[in-house]
Each structure stands twice: as structure tokens, then as C-alpha cells.
């Protein structure tokens, strides 16, 4: 009786251990995976903050070549949302003397997998602008969130989307 116990024993200590190695396993599996989104988040926030003034400045004299570049940072929709900037808001900006300037203030990944990464900006915005007829530039300064979502394309990160407070492009 005792030997049959002792099997029995035996059997459950092997079972156990042999799930509790399928379960270490899988948390390793896991920690690789956390691991490569933590990556990718990295590399994706350094390519936000970067490309964050030139999405959202600007400047009348040099309006055309500023949404160009822009846009060369952008992919899908949000690429196709700069061309038709290009046509809307060229004349109003150089009819206003309009300069933006954006500069990051703080951002952090809201969410990452290893081929899309949101990552939340804040942004402080200072707008100049002299409209015709008055003699004083108007200058404001706002301070904004913005949200990016960044996509993996050939070797580095674009933005997809964005979108602010005011409502997406």
C-alpha cells in the first residue's frame, strides 16, 4: 500500500513539474514578446518627438517645402491629409504671415505592439500672425496634446494618424 502511494506520489511531483515547465516556458515566450513591444515602443517615441515640430509648424515663407517634408514623415490618409494642405492652407498662411511653431513639451507611449505604437505628445504652439491692415503682429501660445499613432514602414516609423484635442485632420 505504501508503495502504491508512493507511485502515486511520484506521478503528481512529475506532472507538476512538467506544468510547472510549460509555464515557465510560456512567461519566457511572454517576456520576449514584452520585451520587443517595449522596443518598438522606444523606437517609436524617439521618431515621434522628432517628428512632431515638423508636422505641426510652419512657416509663410517657406509653407510649400515645411508640408512636403512633413508629409514625407507621414503615411496613408495622413499623407493624402497633407497634399490637400497644400492647397487649402498655402494662401490663407501667407496672406496672414502666418509662422507655427510647435516644440514637444513631454510624451510617452500609450500603447505598442511591435509594428504600431500611439504615442501621446505634449506640445506647446506658438502662432504669429500679421494680418493685412493692422500694424501689430498677433502672437498666442497654446499648450496642446496630440496623439500620433505610428506605424513600422521599411526600416523606421511613420505616423499614420493624428489627432488633437480639436478633432482629428
Request: glycine share 8%; hydrophobic share 45%; no cysteine.
Amino acid at each position: 500500500m505504501r508503495s502504491a502511494i508512493a507511485v502515486a506520489t511520484a506521478a503528481v511531483l512529475a506532472v507538476g513539474v512538467v506544468v510547472l515547465g510549460f509555464v515557465a516556458v510560456g512567461a519566457y515566450l511572454d517576456l520576449g514578446e514584452l520585451r520587443e513591444r517595449r522596443a518598438a515602443g522606444d523606437a517609436a517615441l524617439v521618431t515621434a518627438r522628432a517628428a512632431a515640430p515638423d508636422l505641426l509648424s510652419y512657416d509663410y515663407r517657406t509653407i510649400e517645402e515645411d508640408l512636403a517634408r512633413a508629409g514625407r514623415l507621414t503615411t496613408g490618409q495622413l499623407t493624402a491629409h497633407y497634399r490637400e494642405l497644400a492647397e487649402t492652407l498655402v494662401g490663407k498662411a501667407k496672406e496672414q504671415r502666418t509662422v507655427q511653431q510647435a516644440t514637444v513639451a513631454g510624451a510617452a507611449v500609450e500603447k505598442a505592439s511591435t509594428d504600431r505604437v500611439e504615442v501621446l505628445l505634449f506640445v506647446n504652439m506658438g502662432t504669429t500672425k500679421e494680418t493685412p491692415g493692422t500694424t501689430e503682429a498677433r502672437q498666442q501660445v497654446i499648450q496642446n496634446r496630440v496623439r500620433f499613432v505610428m506605424v513600422r514602414q521599411d526600416s523606421g516609423w511613420r505616423v499614420a494618424e493624428l489627432s488633437t484635442l480639436l478633432g482629428s485632420p
